[in-house]
């Protein structure tokens, strides 16, 4: 079964930084796109960042780029957010996605605040 668990969320100040890991497992990794959402409270989820399997490209929200920076590691099996400059309209739950299949983590919660 394709299992996808997030980490590495928790309470940080503002312009301080965090750095999530996804774990994933039941699928062939290397050869899927992935992506990182997420959502705030009364909010919609939205996609944050994503990352192709091979090649490097990679895409971000405009309310994120330049300060936040998706990464894979294949030979892990994880993908990472690095999320630096955070502001307090970054608080939310952070899911990991595959982007050609229907499966999503958990979520790790991630909030900015004084």
């Known amino acids: 079964q394709v299992q996808l668990v997030e980490s590495g969320g928790g309470l940080v100040q503002p312009g301080g930084s965090l750095r999530l890991s996804c774990a994933a497992s039941g699928f062939t990794f290397s050869r899927n796109a992935m992506n990182w959402y997420r959502q705030a409270p009364g909010k919609e989820r939205e996609l944050v960042a994503g990352i192709s399997s091979v090649g490097g490209i990679r895409n971000y929200a405009a309310s994120v780029k330049g300060r936040f920076s998706i990464s894979r590691d294949n030979a892990k099996n994880t993908v990472y957010l690095q999320m630096n400059s955070l502001k307090p309209e970054d608080t939310a739950v952070y899911y990991c996605?595959?982007?050609?299949?229907?499966?999503w983590g958990q979520g790790t919660q991630v909030t900015v605040s004084s």
């Open positions: 996605k595959v982007e050609m299949l229907g499966y």
